[in-house]
């Protein structure tokens, strides 16, 4: 697709080029898009059928909608902000420096900007910013032809009408409706006598990766949120918990590889920040090597009684770093999950040392059969073989332990994965080692 539009401008052939947009599906549009030069996706943009180009626009990164706000006329923006759903005309304003945003407000009208606002005030990471005020209501009294009256009459500005919310005159939210339900009901049915009066609600200070989760559990597609007052506000639907979702596991997937997290993608962000959001964990865990090396600086006389002792210190390290991580990864994703609970700590111990010690005792014997029919040592095969025992049943309680401490202090348990708990892992292990070593060897 990107080929052809791009040999389509080079002949300047904008009508079959037109012709070929009208085909194509927004995301598609949007990917090939971000992908061009500012003044090439400026011409495309404007070859859009009206009713696609917002939605294009939604789906473009923020840099590309920022050249083409740029490139646009007020009368092209204003039709852009009005036809946009609300959630992602406030994730708009949120993104654009201050200079854009001045131009965008000016550019909506008083009711939209108004929504935009409300949205606006929320904390950035609640469910009351990722929600979205267009949805289309109901009364109790209503019957099902008055019904479909309304959604016929609202539905273009809604953002889904596959899900109705039924509201007193309060406003509190008391039932919710499909429209298959309305479809497979009498016209002159009332909507009470067809709604479900049991409502899974979101608060608007609900965490939005609690939003996610709240989707994921309840298999929803939509779901309301509502004020302390259980007054209905707006909707969140399945794309934005998706959206949360993905932003989460990134989130994650980089603090555990030892990196600050970034707002920006890999090429997005420059040199600069990438270092500075590395720098900070590698420091740490430079400093932290101190105790490493203290602990063999302590035991450099058995090294020169033994110097061999010394050629198994890698694999110890390792195999003990990778038994912790193994653990780590499982108890930070049963964390995420809400599988496994804080509460449940001695549980999840006491699975993770069994665990361990059928892992530990099958290593444990490889590794001295190894060690004894290569160097002819019993004792010395003794030693690794017991070194690499408790050091697995170390770092899997290890592993286990520190993510749930972590969720127990309100800190992100991806922390407590490698490399932080390698190091510590590290640490311990070599003091088993060596304390095992002096004992059995009497160095």
């Given at each position: 697709m990107e080929e052809k539009i791009l040999e389509l401008l080079e002949k300047k052939d904008y009508s079959q080029l037109k012709k070929l947009l009208e085909e194509e599906n927004y995301s598609d549009i949007s990917e090939v898009l971000n992908e061009l030069t500012k003044e090439q996706a400026a011409i495309v943009f404007r070859l859009l059928n009206k009713d696609d180009s917002a939605e294009v626009f939604s789906r473009l990164e923020p840099d590309m909608q920022e050249d083409l706000i740029n490139a646009m006329s007020d009368q092209e923006l204003s039709g852009i902000m009005n036809d946009l759903f609300l959630d992602d005309?406030?994730?708009?304003?949120?993104?654009?420096?201050?200079?854009?945003?001045?131009?965008?407000?000016?550019?909506?009208?008083?009711?939209?900007?108004?929504?935009?606002?409300?949205?606006?005030?929320?904390?950035?990471?609640?469910?009351?910013?990722?929600?979205?005020?267009?949805?289309?209501?109901?009364?109790?009294?209503?019957?099902?032809?008055?019904?479909?009256?309304?959604?016929?009459?609202?539905?273009?500005?809604?953002?889904?009408?596959?899900?109705?919310?039924?509201?007193?005159?309060?406003?509190?939210?008391?039932?919710?409706?499909?429209?298959?339900?309305?479809l497979l009901a009498k016209m002159t049915d009332k909507i009470s006598e067809v709604m479900e009066d049991?409502?899974?609600?979101?608060?608007?200070?609900?965490?939005?990766?609690?939003?996610?989760?709240?989707?994921?559990?309840?298999?929803?597609?939509?779901?309301?949120?509502?004020?302390?007052?259980?007054?209905?506000?707006?909707?969140?639907?399945?794309?934005?918990?998706?959206?949360?979702?993905?932003?989460?596991?990134?989130?994650?997937?980089?603090?555990?590889?030892?990196?600050?997290?970034?707002?920006?993608?890999?090429?997005?962000?420059?040199?600069?920040?990438?270092?500075?959001?590395?720098?900070?964990?590698?420091?740490?865990?430079?400093?932290?090597?101190?105790?490493?090396?203290?602990?063999?600086?302590?035991?450099?006389?058995?090294?020169?009684?033994?110097?061999?002792?010394?050629?198994?210190?890698?694999?110890?390290?390792?195999?003990?770093?990778?038994?912790?991580?193994?653990?780590?990864?499982?108890?930070?994703?049963?964390?995420?999950?809400?599988?496994?609970?804080?509460?449940?700590?001695?549980?999840?111990?006491?699975?993770?040392?069994?665990?361990?010690?059928?892992?530990?005792?099958?290593?444990?014997v490889v590794n001295g059969l190894r060690i004894w029919i290569q160097y002819k040592n019993p004792l010395l095969a003794l030693v690794l073989a017991l070194t690499i025992f408790f050091t697995i049943c170390v770092a899997k309680s290890l592993g286990c332990f520190l993510p749930i401490l972590a969720k127990a202090l309100k800190l992100d348990p991806a922390i407590m994965a490698s490399p932080m708990l390698t190091t510590i892992v590290d640490a311990l292990s070599l003091t088993v080692y060596f304390t095992i070593a002096t004992l059995i060897l009497k160095l």
């Open positions: 005309a406030a994730d708009l304003v949120s993104e654009m420096p201050s200079d854009i945003v001045k131009r965008l407000l000016k550019n909506t009208d008083a009711t939209n900007r108004k929504y935009i606002n409300e949205i606006l005030k929320y904390p950035e990471d609640s469910a009351g910013s990722l929600m979205n005020p267009e949805y289309i209501s109901l009364k109790e009294d209503m019957t099902v032809r008055q019904a479909f009256d309304r959604i016929r009459e609202r539905g273009n500005e809604a953002e889904t009408i596959n899900t109705l919310y039924v509201l007193d005159p309060s406003r509190k939210l008391v039932g919710v409706v499909s429209v298959r339900d309305l049991n409502v899974i609600t979101i608060p608007t200070t609900t965490d939005k990766e609690e939003v996610a989760k709240m989707f994921d559990k309840y298999d929803y597609q939509i779901m309301p949120v509502v004020d302390n007052e259980d007054r209905l506000v707006g909707i969140i639907t399945i794309d934005d918990a998706m959206d949360v979702a993905i932003e989460e596991h990134e989130e994650d997937f980089e603090i555990m590889a030892g990196v600050i997290p970034s707002e920006d993608s890999y090429f997005k962000t420059s040199v600069f920040q990438h270092a500075k959001n590395r720098i900070v964990w590698l420091l740490v865990l430079m400093l932290s090597a101190i105790f490493t090396g203290t602990i063999l600086t302590r035991y450099e006389e058995s090294f020169a009684v033994m110097p061999i002792l010394v050629s198994f210190i890698p694999m110890i390290m390792d195999t003990g770093g990778n038994s912790g991580s193994q653990a780590s990864t499982m108890i930070i994703r049963g964390l995420a999950t809400d599988e496994i609970e804080t509460k449940d700590v001695l549980k999840v111990w006491f699975k993770e040392i069994r665990i361990a010690l059928i892992v530990g005792a099958v290593l444990a």
